[in-house]
């Protein structure tokens, strides 16, 4: 489980990093030490606001250990990126669908979320996809 959790974590953060009604009344990203609402059901779904606030968390966790490299990219400051990447995923939770409003299989995070915030991410800073995508990967 925490495997795939954190895999999944990893492939969400760098496809570019994404709360429930509660997590978007939070002014910053909660704690990702809990984890208490991250197990799977009978059917391997987790509860959708507890995996997007953990989510938000490791984002924040990430986008703090990231290169200056790659931070460069961005064209910001560390502050600036990581309140960019949690406005990118707090705009993106609305939009899950509604099959994924109280559960959701962890593996649908990236499609459900990631994709948007992504988008929503660059879009904010004004990056050109191609541009912010190729430039990370040389700093790799």
């Known amino acids: 489980m925490r495997a795939a959790l954190t895999l999944t974590c990893s492939l969400f953060i ?6 429930g009604a509660s997590a978007l009344a939070a002014a910053t990203p909660p ?14 779904k987790v509860d959708t606001d507890a995996m997007f606030a953990f ?5 924040a966790t990430k986008g703090e250990a990231l290169s200056e490299k790659k931070l460069q990219c961005y064209g910001v400051s560390r502050a600036q990126f990581l309140a960019a990447v ?3 995923l707090v705009a993106c939770y609305p939009q899950i669908a509604p099959e994924n409003r109280v559960r ?25 996809p191609g ?10």
């Open 14 to 19: 760098a496809a570019a990093l994404t709360g």
């Open 131 to 140: 541009t912010a995508n190729a430039c990370v990967a040389k700093a790799d």
């Open 86 to 88: 949690d406005a990118s």
């Open 104 to 128: 959701i299989l962890p593996e649908n995070v990236i499609p459900a979320f990631g994709l948007c915030a992504r988008k929503t991410l660059l879009a904010g800073l004004k990056l050109d």
């Open 55 to 59: 989510m938000r968390a490791r984002s």
């Open 31 to 44: 704690a990702a030490n809990d984890q208490a609402n991250l197990e799977r059901d009978a059917h391997g």
